[in-house]
């Protein structure tokens, strides 16, 4: 049975849950407006403690870590009213880093890996900034074969194997994994060119070694002639 109401009744109603609209976007806008600095900021402090894992400065890494994970719990303590926000997209990316440096920096000194739930992030975000952190561990190699350090070379295409491994079985829809397929396929890539740059290290390691020992054979041989 239809309930008719006033026409006044219906004026008061529009006009109350427009005034209740405004108030609940305008909610909205300020948590949007605040956690799209604070992921900007997120993600600044993340990348500069990347570059100061490069440049082996583990401690100052660290520093700018906690202060990335400080604005993580201020993006984190807004989920609950303003999930929307949370799960718009920049929040994660913004995330993505924040794991891709504590990985970065965990491969980088041999240090414990954070999971899932010490970082305080969802799983798409978690293995997203893994993927990423097989790029920095190439960049990682490439450094190490300048100083000849092939033995940590070896160590850190292991783990890009496995990282790899672990993504490559996570076989899911893109909608539920961000699009990690697409990722999946590049890391292939980088991890094809980073093995081939190990091999061509040990191989000319191994015969500049040989060079070395023919010519002391032959000088040592010339001395007893």
Do not use: W
Not at 84 to 93: L, Q
Not at 98 to 120: C, I, K, N, Q, Y
Request: proline share 2%.
């Amino acid at each position: 049975m239809t309930r008719h109401t006033s026409t006044q009744g219906l004026i008061l109603t529009i006009r109350r849950e427009g005034e209740a609209v405004n108030e609940m976007l305008a909610s909205t806008h300020a948590e949007r407006e605040r956690a799209l600095s604070a992921s900007r900021t997120l993600i600044r402090y993340s990348a500069n403690s990347i570059r100061a894992t490069h440049r082996g400065e583990y401690e100052e890494s660290r520093r700018l870590i906690a202060e990335a994970d400080e604005l993580r719990s201020t993006l984190e303590a807004g989920k609950r009213d303003h999930p929307e926000v949370y799960f718009g997209g920049y929040v994660e990316d913004a995330l993505k880093e924040f794991v891709e440096a504590h990985a970065t920096l965990a491969f980088a000194e041999g240090s414990a890996l954070p999971t899932m739930d010490d970082l305080g992030v969802g799983p798409a975000v978690y293995i997203h900034g893994l993927a990423e952190a097989v790029g920095e561990l190439r960049r990682l190699v490439l450094d190490r074969l300048r100083t000849d350090d092939t033995a940590n070379c070896e160590d850190l295409l292991q783990i890009m194997d496995e990282v790899y491994a672990a993504l490559v079985t996570v076989d899911y829809p893109d909608a539920v994994t961000r699009g990690l397929r697409r990722t999946t396929d590049v890391m292939r890539g980088v991890i094809e060119r980073t093995r081939g740059d190990v091999t061509m290290a040990l191989r000319q390691g191994s015969l500049e070694r040989r060079l070395r020992e023919i010519s002391e054979r032959m000088a040592n041989d010339g001395r007893a002639g």
